[in-house]
């Protein structure tokens, strides 16, 4: 018998995902945050540079994949034991690449106890042309526990002539301070992403994004010296409320470059009102 298969009838090749789990626990020991367990599974890794930046421990999440698509998923867990100090960031831009189907998915899960502090300080994520991502972030606090958060985005690498015409962002943060809601906000970018960037109420045409966020009980105090660092297409205030007090930056830049050079300035004086005076940035974020 001959004929043509229908396509239907044809089996799908099932295309490989990636999957990855790191959880890392820290523990103050001895006058010095250390490591206390440590798990990582399929593509998430983790390590703990010897480095000579300050007392905060540095830790580095590395996704060996180089990158993700639609399927792929990660998942990170960090726990800072009473009064440990420590930052962590990631070995090099998270790239998100076109989704021939379904969506990347992040989640990142951050407990930090009575007396500690967390600079959680990821580098850029890389949003490519029709690419899809979502991102889920929960942290809590202990009600003396200090808070760290930098987030920066890029949609298309200016200088590899790249331009995001159509892609899906979801973000979602979630912060407790003793149990209770002290932060919480959605970002959805979705359809024809040029459209939405031109939009004065977004980012008039930028295509590199990022917000700061430090909990500490000084934040309405700080806004003052973090405003002096900034451009004119950044700005910065500080919420006070039952749950904490907290400093919130966000800025827009051309470039990812751009963008960098304005963010470094900005995070490295708050890590170090964070976890101390001679606590310095990652090399990871050297420019």
């Known amino acids: 018998m001959g004929g043509v298969a229908d396509k239907k009838s ?7 995902r990636v999957r990855g789990t790191g959880r890392i626990s820290l523990a103050h020991l001895d006058g010095q945050t250390r490591l206390g367990r440590l798990f990582q599974e399929g593509a998430a890794k983790i390590r703990l540079p010897r480095t000579h930046n300050g007392p905060a421990l540095d830790a580095v999440l590395i996704n060996t994949s180089g990158g993700m698509t639609g399927g792929d998923e990660i998942h990170w867990s960090i726990d800072v034991g ?14 998100v690449y076109r989704a021939l189907s379904g969506t990347a998915r992040v989640r990142t899960d951050i407990n930090i106890h009575s007396g500690a502090a967390l600079s959680w300080l990821p580098q850029e994520t890389i949003l490519f042309d029709e690419s899809s991502l979502s991102r889920q972030l929960t942290v809590n606090l202990a009600p003396d526990a200090g808070l760290l958060l930098a987030e920066p985005l890029i949609l298309g690498r200016q200088a590899m002539g790249e331009t995001v015409h159509r892609a899906n962002f979801r973000d979602r943060w979630r912060i407790y301070r003793g149990g209770r809601l002290l932060h919480a906000e959605d970002t959805r970018l979705e359809g024809d ?18 917000t700061v966020l430090l909990v500490h009980r000084d934040a309405p105090d700080m806004v003052g010296s973090v405003r002096k660092m900034l451009g004119p297409d950044a700005g910065a205030s500080a919420v006070r409320s039952p749950a904490g007090n907290r400093l919130v930056v966000r800025m827009v830049a051309e470039s990812g ?26 090399k990871l974020w050297t420019i």
């Open 10 to 16: 044809i089996p799908q090749k099932r295309l490989q």
């Open 257 to 282: 470059f751009a963008l960098r050079r304005q963010l470094v300035p900005v995070i490295d004086w708050c890590n170090k009102r964070l976890t101390g005076s001679r606590q310095g940035l990652p």
């Open 82 to 95: 009473a009064g440990a100090n420590a930052v962590v960031t990631t070995q090099a831009c998270e790239k």
């Open 193 to 210: 992403i040029q459209s939405i960037l031109n939009r004065k109420a977004t980012t008039g045409g930028s295509i590199a994004l990022a």
